[in-house]
């Protein structure tokens, strides 16, 4: 069975920095795409970011373009996701994904394995 777990979610100000982890275990994480989504308190699910397997493409939402990087240590099974110059809109679940497909997907259709989530707060 496939699992992702993340990790490192908190409470922080604004302008701090945070570091998010996702754990893939029950497969290969060889020639899989990763992603990262959001959902704020009556918002939808939006794309945050994503990465190939060879860490060559990434792709960011709008919104955190600049601030936030993506990465991923095959060895480890994990995926990372580094936030800079936090904001209180950055408020929100923040869900890891895995895609089988080649491609780097940056639709949630496209992402066939999903983690629970961590809650990342900024205060103003």
């Known amino acids: 069975q496939v699992r992702l777990v993340e990790s490192g979610g908190r409470l922080v100000q604004a302008g701090d920095s945070q570091r998010l982890s996702c754990a893939v275990s029950g497969r290969a994480f060889s020639n899989t795409g990763m992603g990262w989504f959001r959902q704020a308190p009556g918002k939808e699910r939006e794309f945050v970011a994503a990465?190939?397997?060879?860490?060559?493409?990434?792709y960011y939402g709008e919104s955190v373009k600049g601030r936030f990087t993506i990465s991923r240590d095959n060895a480890k099974n994990t995926v990372y996701l580094q936030m800079n110059s936090l904001k209180p809109e950055d408020t929100a679940v923040y869900y890891c994904a895995l895609s089988t497909r080649t491609m780097v997907p940056t639709r949630q259709s496209l992402y066939e394995y999903w983690g629970q989530g961590t809650q990342v707060t900024v205060s103003s």
């Open positions: 990465i190939n397997w060879s860490a060559t493409i990434t």
